[in-house]
């Protein structure tokens, strides 16, 4: 079966560390996304991408960065970890013809102490 | 600017009775609107959709009503079981800065008290 997977599930790392949290989709999917969840804000998008070698920044991209090598994966790159990036991180994907209906991972729990 | 809002954090509703969940937005070019479940340590699963053209689309015990002059949908459960009990958001899709996207609201928690 296809699906979205994330690693790792959690992760606490300090301030000023390099982060870099990976999404695998099988879907064969083009489009896919990032998201952070927070209480009060719901869903906010970080970053995304339409294809290969495509990347677009979303209403909350600071401080993150992302690559889009191939088709299945698009790793989300804390370049330095502060406090206010604790949150959890979602990973999604949807196909170029229903980009509304996206599929989501499990999520990455992020600490930064 | 919040887009989408989800104005009640927290519903709780007995067994077998209807579940309403609320969802207004500012933006009138969304062009398609949907609901997502959460349970706790999971993703959120797509729910139900609806287009824009629509006010009503049903998918078993779930119905969702789309009121565009008063930009708001509502979801209905009906008859609400316990594992409905989760976090519901709404979500509303369309071309923002040049882009097709999608905004979720807040989040409402859903409580199926027996």
């Known amino acids: 079966d296809a699906e979205i997977t994330q690693s790792p599930r959690h992760k606490i790392t300090e301030t000023g560390r390099q982060v870099t949290l990976a999404c695998h989709q099988t879907w064969n999917h083009n489009n896919m996304f990032w998201y952070r969840q927070d209480l009060g804000h719901g869903l906010r998008l970080i970053h995304y991408s339409y294809g290969v070698q495509d990347t677009n920044k979303g209403e909350v991209s600071d401080g993150y960065s992302v690559s889009r090598s191939n088709t299945e994966d698009l790793p989300l790159t804390l370049e330095s970890a502060a406090s206010s990036q604790t949150s959890v991180y979602f990973c999604a994907s949807s196909s170029s013809g229903r980009t509304y209906e996206q599929y989501f991972g499990p999520g990455t729990r992020l600490t930064v102490t | ?114």
């Open chain 2, 1 to 114: 600017d919040q887009q989408v809002k989800q104005n009640s954090p927290s519903l709780s509703v007995q067994e077998g009775r209807i579940s309403i969940l609320n969802c207004d937005y500012t933006n009138s070019m969304f062009d398609y609107f949907l609901w997502y479940k959460k349970y706790p340590a999971e993703g959120p699963t797509f729910l139900i959709s609806i287009s824009s053209i629509k006010d009503k689309n049903e998918d078993g015990r779930f119905t969702v009503f789309l009121n565009k002059s008063a930009k708001h949908l509502s979801l209905h459960i009906v008859p609400s079981q316990p594992g409905d009990s989760a976090v519901y958001f709404c979500a509303a899709s369309g071309v923002l800065q040049g882009a097709q996207k999608l905004v979720f609201g807040q989040g409402t928690r859903l409580t199926i008290n027996p």
